[in-house]
């Protein structure tokens, strides 16, 4: 009555990397009626796209190749990673109070990256030039926690709170600076009478740099708000919300010029 086993796999076969195979096992052992703990372990992949596999970006002027940016030489392997947690899940149900949280260690290899090589002699015009081929020449560690707690201190209010923290090491700094060290999110959640509801959500994440980016996007914050209002018209239900999102500023998810603005709209949902 205490203990539960998951035992699941995966088997995938693609034309261009072959069959492949990845296993998840976890144990959960309920310790009492408002504990638990979670022990698994997990494998899973990426095969390699047609592009990585196959490709062949080259520039043609009067029928003569003039220059050749990705030229691949084929036979990649999927990429994959290994994961062993451990987790608990506890509740106080008085006070309304329950926490989740997860040590993980995640081990991954065979990551695929772009390497510049030269090109046989008559493959390109300039014969000083080369091609840009994918290989399976990376790979990363990232041992981290992650939790969020839960409060409901009366029937009208929620509040969560997340954060997420790890350590990441890689074979390239480009790799491990793509992976934040830490975020954060804090929710509230309210019933403002039977029909109408209130909500904000605040995040932070830490600094990163896009793989393939030159430039880091400094730490983010957003901050949105929304009020729903619901109401009924005979057997048909529906809700308009006023919704904000982005209120502390522009947020920017990949490079400088491309954030997502201050904004605000009105949304009807209708169900019938």
């Known amino acids: 009555p205490r203990w539960t086993l998951n ?15 990845a296993p998840r096992l976890v144990a959960n052992w309920k310790i009492d009626d408002n504990q638990a703990i979670r022990l698994g372990y997990s494998e899973a992949f990426r095969t390699p796209s047609l592009f990585e596999q196959r490709s062949d970006w080259r520039f043609v002027y009067a029928g003569q190749t003039i220059d050749i940016r990705y030229l691949s030489r084929g036979g990649l392997r ?23 949280a997860r040590l993980f260690h995640e081990r991954i290899t065979d990551l695929i990256t772009q390497q510049r090589y030269a090109l046989p002699p008559g493959q390109e015009f300039d014969p000083n030039s080369g091609a840009f081929d994918l290989r399976n020449a990376g790979s990363a560690r990232i041992t981290g926690l992650e939790y969020q707690l839960r409060w409901r201190p ?119």
Request: glycine share 10%; no cysteine.
């Open 7 to 21: 035992l699941g796999a995966l088997v995938e076969r693609d034309s261009q990397s072959g069959t492949h195979f």
């Open 78 to 100: 999927p990429e994959q990673v290994r994961v062993a947690e451990v987790s608990y899940l506890g509740e106080i149900r008085r006070l309304g109070l329950s926490f989740d």
């Open 154 to 272: 009366g029937p009208s209010a929620t509040w969560v709170l997340g954060h997420y923290m790890a350590k990441r090491a890689s074979s390239d700094a480009y790799i491990t600076e793509s992976v934040p060290g830490w975020s954060v999110h804090l929710m509230g959640i309210f019933r403002l009478g039977n029909e109408r509801t209130a909500s904000f959500f605040y995040g932070a994440t830490a600094p990163i740099r896009w793989i393939g980016e030159s430039s880091v996007v400094p730490r983010q914050q957003r901050f949105d708000v929304r009020l729903d209002q619901h109401f009924r018209a005979g057997e048909t239900r529906a809700m308009i919300s006023l919704i904000g999102q982005n209120l502390l500023g522009d947020l920017t998810e990949f490079r400088a010029g491309q954030s997502q603005p201050r904004r605000g709209w009105i949304a009807l949902t209708v169900e019938y």
